[in-house]
């Protein structure tokens, strides 16, 4: 869940370096740290916090090189600490390595190199890595591609996940990197070139990038870059060009990303529905090739993802099994794997995960795989590794998103989501025509009916001004307002470090009403008119018991005992949690505003989970 950077070229790289690190911040903010080739030596100067402590103190540095790597971390093994920050170099000082990933033998290996008489400084998995490219380089005879053997060589002895970048003051011209299960992308410049984990912290500088498999190496030099098998096989590679706007990745006078975000999702919307759906059409997707024969033989869909992408794929489900008629469960990506899923050729399984990076997603696809069912990736990241593994892709557009707190890729998620199952039912005829025209009506009218939310905000930023210093709060909600309910919870949790909790409201008295006391916070999400007297009896139980209220609602409630009360536009059942999300947004971002937080970089979280 670290980031990685690299720069060879004619430009100083230092700086190019640290605006690479800031641009991914996002994946980790526990230390940073860089490493140069300069006058012949290594020299590497990083800091424990964040990317803006690493800046200053390299502005008051003499760094002056045209090649380095550098990394923004997000602790797993040893604390967050200068010493623990990465790059680490060998004993020798000839060789230097940022990582992102675990590496799940490192014991043994430290075990093996401590024998050999090396030391450690640090508590990190990865200092063993410079370690044992030093040790196989000292005994490689032969002198032709000899830095690359060597960290063949090591990197054949690694289990667990890694993406790479290696430099050596003996090979001051070049950087080898290498990846398994970590995402790794190289930007191709003119005389210079660029390496990062995700593509936002390189678009300033190229819009043309080769995308690193599996166990594949890279040997990068400033006009060249040799790309090598896990045999050290040579091979040709296919350059990619992603037409994402530099721009998207700023802040364009917002006070926080996440913010901008929240305000993007009009558009990032219509990016998702893009050409996939018109009034008078049948829904088109030119990424799958699903026939009417293959969709009759689904006995059931698994939609399996994490966090706010799991959220995604309940309201999903819901539209799934109401519009195709076809059994559709959600699984926990992280629990998938390790429940013995019954899967087969007659199943369906389809991945949600906004970077395409997600360890637990990636790991449950191949599983499905191995099983014989189809699987199909739903990511926001053209090439990430998740679109790479599965049989089809859709992506949903929805531009970069940097906060960590996901907003406009969820709510894109759902929309596709739901264009999704229109498209399956219209292929297999299961739903009635007159009814999908009027939901795909309603679809193309989400733009419109989330700039009149972002438009009045007032009452949800008074209701976080009274309950800011809170430390509990509850979500209730029935049908796809419980998944809306799960969803604001998370982000609440996320941002704020407010302990909240999610319930079906119809669980309320099995056990949850014994948590509800004079003054306890209780939000309510009302949008499904088959379910509103319900709720609203619900609802009323903890008034009864003293519970400050907030409910979000498109519905004419005659109830007038809740003490605040948004109104959101009116829309079909199914896609209500696009609209009935956003002033949960709105509620964690203001609520952590007041308490003085960063929005966008929530503590001991990264925007991008690339472990178990």
Same mark, same amino acid.
């Given at each position: 869940?670290?980031?990685?950077?690299?720069?060879?070229?004619?430009?100083?790289?230092?700086?190019?370096?640290?605006?690479?690190?800031?641009?991914?911040?996002?994946?980790?903010?526990?230390?940073?740290?860089?490493?140069?080739?300069?006058?012949?030596?290594?020299?590497?100067?990083?800091?424990?916090?964040?990317?803006?402590?690493?800046?200053?103190?390299?502005?008051?540095?003499?760094?002056?090189?045209?090649?380095?790597?550098?990394?923004?971390?997000?602790?797993?093994?040893?604390?967050?600490?200068?010493?623990?920050?990465?790059?680490?170099?060998?004993?020798?000082?000839?060789?230097?390595?940022?990582?992102?990933?675990?590496?799940?033998?490192?014991?043994?290996?430290?075990?093996?190199?401590?024998?050999?008489?090396?030391?450690?400084?640090?508590?990190?998995?990865?200092?063993?890595?410079?370690?044992?490219?030093?040790?196989?380089?000292?005994?490689?005879?032969?002198?032709?591609?000899?830095?690359?053997?060597?960290?063949?060589?090591?990197?054949?002895?690694?289990?667990?996940?890694?993406?790479?970048?290696?430099?050596?003051?003996? #090979?001051?011209? =070049?950087?080898?990197?290498?990846?398994?299960?970590?995402?790794?992308?190289?930007?191709?410049?003119?005389?210079?070139?660029?390496?990062?984990?995700?593509?936002?912290?390189?678009?300033?500088?190229?819009?043309?990038?080769?995308?690193?498999?599996?166990?594949? #190496?890279?040997?990068?030099?400033?006009?060249?870059?040799?790309?090598?098998?896990?045999?050290?096989?040579?091979?040709?590679?296919?350059?990619?060009?992603?037409?994402?706007?530099?721009?998207?990745?700023?802040?364009?006078?917002?006070?926080?990303?996440?913010?901008?975000?929240?305000?993007? =999702? +009009?558009?990032?919307?219509?990016?998702?529905?893009?050409?996939?759906?018109?009034?008078?059409?049948?829904?088109?997707?030119?990424?799958?090739?699903?026939?009417?024969?293959?969709?009759?033989?689904?006995?059931?869909?698994?939609?399996?993802?994490?966090?706010?992408?799991?959220?995604?794929?309940?309201?999903?489900?819901?539209?799934?099994?109401?519009?195709?008629?076809?059994?559709?469960?959600?699984?926990?990506?992280?629990?998938?794997?390790?429940?013995?899923?019954?899967?087969?050729?007659?199943?369906?399984?389809?991945?949600?995960?906004?970077?395409?990076?997600?360890?637990?997603?990636?790991?449950?696809?191949?599983?499905?795989?191995?099983?014989?069912?189809?699987?199909?990736?739903?990511?926001?990241?053209?090439?990430?590794?998740?679109?790479?593994?599965?049989? #089809?892709?859709?992506?949903?557009?929805?531009?970069?998103?940097?906060?960590?707190?996901?907003?406009?890729?969820?709510?894109? =998620?759902?929309?596709?989501?739901?264009?999704?199952?229109?498209?399956?039912?219209?292929?297999?005829?299961?739903?009635?025509?007159?009814?999908?025209?009027?939901?795909?009506?309603?679809?193309?009218?989400? +733009?419109?009916?989330?700039?009149?939310?972002?438009?009045?905000?007032?009452?949800?930023?008074?209701?976080?001004?009274?309950?800011?210093?809170?430390?509990?709060?509850?979500?209730?909600?029935?049908?796809?307002?419980?998944?809306?309910?799960?969803?604001?919870?998370?982000?609440?949790?996320?941002?704020?470090?407010?302990?909240?909790?999610?319930?079906?409201?119809?669980?309320?008295?099995?056990?949850?009403?014994?948590?509800?006391?004079?003054?306890?916070?209780?939000?309510?999400?009302?949008?499904?008119?088959?379910?509103?007297?319900?709720?609203?009896?619900?609802?009323?139980?903890?008034?009864?018991?003293?519970?400050?209220?907030?409910?979000?609602?498109?519905?004419?409630?005659?109830?007038?005992?809740?003490?605040?009360?948004?109104?959101?536009?009116?829309?079909?059942?199914?896609?209500?949690?696009?609209?009935?999300?956003? +002033?949960?947004?709105?509620?964690?971002?203001?609520?952590?505003?007041?308490?003085?937080?960063?929005?966008?970089?929530?503590?001991?979280?990264?925007?991008?989970?690339?472990?178990?």
């Amino acid at each position: 869940m670290c980031g990685i950077v690299g720069y060879i070229g004619n430009k100083n790289a230092t700086p190019i370096l640290i605006n690479g690190l800031q641009c991914l911040e996002y994946r980790g903010y526990d230390s940073a740290g860089i490493a140069i080739v300069q006058n012949g030596k290594i020299n590497i100067v990083k800091d424990k916090g964040r990317v803006s402590n690493l800046k200053n103190i390299c502005s008051n540095a003499n760094l002056n090189s045209n090649i380095g790597i550098a990394h923004t971390r997000w602790a797993t093994h040893g604390r967050p600490a200068k010493i623990n920050s990465h790059p680490h170099i060998d004993n020798s000082g000839n060789f230097a390595a940022v990582h992102n990933g675990i590496i799940e033998n490192y014991n043994e290996l430290k075990e093996f190199l401590t024998l050999k008489g090396y030391s450690f400084l640090s508590e990190t998995d990865t200092e063993v890595i410079p370690n044992l490219i030093h040790y196989y380089y000292t005994n490689i005879i032969s002198d032709n591609d000899k830095f690359l053997k060597a960290v063949n060589s090591a990197v054949d002895k690694l289990r667990g996940s890694y993406a790479l970048e290696i430099i050596s003051s003996l #090979y001051p011209d =070049q950087i080898i990197v290498v990846r398994k299960d970590s995402p790794l992308v190289i930007g191709k410049g003119n005389g210079e070139n660029f390496i990062a984990s995700d593509i936002p912290a390189m678009l300033y500088y190229t819009k043309d990038f080769y995308l690193l498999e599996d166990n594949e #190496y890279a040997v990068i030099y400033k006009d060249n870059i040799t790309f090598f098998d896990n045999f050290l096989s040579e091979h040709s590679k296919t350059i990619k060009n992603i037409e994402w706007d530099a721009n998207a990745t700023e802040k364009n006078g917002y006070e926080d990303y996440m913010l901008k975000e929240i305000y993007e =999702q +009009p558009n990032s919307i219509r990016e998702t529905i893009g050409s996939r759906l018109e009034l008078g059409e049948k829904c088109s997707f030119d990424d799958i090739n699903f026939t009417l024969e293959y969709l009759k033989s689904i006995n059931k869909i698994y939609i399996v993802a994490c966090g706010t992408a799991m959220h995604a794929g309940l309201v999903g489900k819901n539209a799934i099994e109401k519009l195709c008629k076809i059994p559709t469960e959600v699984e926990i990506a992280s629990e998938f794997r390790y429940c013995e899923p019954i899967v087969d050729k007659n199943t369906l399984c389809i991945y949600i995960s906004q970077s395409g990076e997600t360890a637990d997603t990636i790991a449950a696809l191949k599983l499905a795989k191995e099983k014989g069912a189809k699987t199909l990736a739903i990511s926001n990241v053209i090439g990430s590794s998740i679109t790479r593994e599965a049989d #089809y892709t859709i992506y949903t557009h929805a531009g970069p998103e940097i906060a960590v707190a996901s907003t406009k890729a969820y709510t894109s =998620q759902v929309v596709l989501m739901v264009i999704l199952a229109i498209h399956f039912s219209e292929i297999l005829g299961t739903s009635d025509k007159e009814y999908i025209n009027k939901l795909k009506s309603d679809i193309l009218d989400l +733009p419109a009916k989330i700039e009149v939310i972002l438009s009045e905000t007032n009452i949800i930023q008074e209701f976080a001004n009274k309950v800011y210093t809170e430390h509990d709060m509850y979500f209730l909600g029935r049908g796809t307002d419980y998944d809306v309910a799960m969803e604001g919870s998370l982000k609440l949790k996320e941002i704020s470090y407010i302990h909240s909790e999610a319930y079906a409201a119809g669980e309320l008295k099995h056990g949850p009403i014994a948590l509800i006391e004079n003054g306890v916070t209780v939000i309510s999400i009302i949008t499904n008119s088959n379910l509103v007297e319900k709720t609203l009896s619900n609802v009323q139980e903890v008034i009864t018991r003293g519970a400050k209220t907030l409910v979000i609602t498109n519905q004419k409630l005659t109830n007038t005992d809740f003490n605040f009360v948004i109104t959101i536009p009116e829309t079909n059942s199914i896609i209500s949690p696009i609209l009935s999300v956003i +002033p949960l947004q709105f509620l964690a971002y203001y609520i952590a505003k007041n308490k003085g937080l960063d929005v966008d970089k929530p503590r001991n979280l990264a925007k991008s989970v690339t472990v178990e």
